[in-house]
Each structure stands twice: as structure tokens, then as C-alpha cells.
């Protein structure tokens, strides 16, 4: 049992910021947030978490090294995603509107995401009295956030490298496009 900690913790430490920094890095390299290649990259991410998350839910969870790599990976992609999800959202709302923005979407994001999670797992766990279909269950809902961000990103190869921002008054009200001479 002190192994499997062991393995746990070092696992939570160390993926999730190696995951952040490279997320970052690659999307900024890639021509950062508001470019389109930022969505075929989240989804890329995406795509690669589902599959070791899927894949961590079907392994012995007593073969604690290609569990731990596999949870690693899985972490990894994940945390990768934040940065440029975070981007791509913030930076398509106008300037004034990106504090209420980010606040909103983080109620969202912990709302209908991260506190279920656990809920979600604990019901499960209870009802079909097993900790691996439980695993299985939770890391299998990835593949719904997968199919979102593949119809955002087809939404948004559609709107063109550019996207036209939103634009405001200095009371906040939006401006049709016509108004700016877009």
C-alpha cells in the first residue's frame, strides 16, 4: 500500500505541471491561442487522453508500473489541454468581458466537471460494488468531452484563421459587425 501511494503521489506531482508547461509551449510554437491549429491541437490532446484513459480503466490496477504510466500519460494530456482551452476561450471574448469570462467558465468547469467526478465514481463504486468498473465508467466519459471539441473545431475551421471578436461599447452592450465596419 505504501508503494501504490508512492506511485500516486508522484504520478499527481509531477504530470499534471509537465503537462501544462509543454500544452503551452507547443500551442505558443504553433502560433498560440487564436490561431486555428490551437483547436486541432486541444483536440489532438484530447484524443490521446481518452485513449490512455480509456486504457488505464481496462489495466490491472496490481501492475502498478504500467498503471502509473499509463495514469501519467493520461494526466499529461489532460494538463495539456489547459492552457490553450483556457486561451482559446478568454481570448475570443472582447477585452472587457475576459475577467467575468474566466470566472464563469471555471464555476462551469468545476460545476459540471470536476465535482461530479468524484460523485459520479463514489455512486458507481456503490452500486455495482467495484472499484474497477467505476474506472472505467469515469475515464470512459472523456470521449464526450473529445466529441465537443471536435465539433468546436470544426466550427472553428469553418469561421477561418481569423475570427471575428465580439465587439463592445464602453457600457459593455455588444456591436453588431456592421456598426465597426467589419
Not at 47 to 73: E, K, P, Q
Not at 111 to 119: D, E, S
Request: charged letters at 10%; glycine letters at 12%; hydrophobic letters at 45%.
Amino acid at each position: 500500500q505504501t508503494t501504490v501511494f508512492i506511485i500516486f503521489a508522484s504520478v499527481c506531482v509531477t504530470s499534471p505541471p509537465i503537462g501544462v508547461l509543454v500544452g503551452g509551449l507547443v500551442g505558443s510554437k504553433l502560433g498560440g491561442y487564436t490561431n486555428k491549429r490551437a483547436t486541432l491541437l486541444c483536440v489532438l490532446f484530447a484524443f490521446m487522453s481518452c485513449v490512455f484513459g480509456i486504457g488505464v480503466g481496462y489495466l490491472d490496477t496490481t501492475w502498478h508500473v504500467g498503471f502509473a504510466i499509463g495514469l501519467w500519460l493520461y494526466f499529461f494530456f489532460v494538463s495539456a489541454m489547459s492552457p490553450l482551452q483556457t486561451g482559446i476561450i478568454i481570448s475570443s471574448l472582447p477585452e472587457k468581458l475576459r475577467g467575468d469570462g474566466f470566472s464563469i467558465m471555471n464555476i462551469f468547469l468545476n460545476a459540471f466537471g470536476n465535482l461530479p467526478g468524484a460523485a459520479v465514481y463514489g455512486w458507481i463504486y456503490e452500486k455495482y460494488k467495484g472499484q474497477q468498473i467505476a474506472l472505467r465508467s469515469t475515464m470512459c466519459y472523456n470521449v464526450f468531452g473529445l466529441v465537443c471539441m471536435l465539433l468546436g473545431m470544426i466550427f472553428r475551421y469553418q469561421k477561418g484563421d481569423n475570427a471575428e471578436q465580439v465587439k463592445v461599447n464602453q457600457h459593455g452592450e455588444m456591436l453588431p459587425s456592421e456598426t465597426f465596419g467589419a
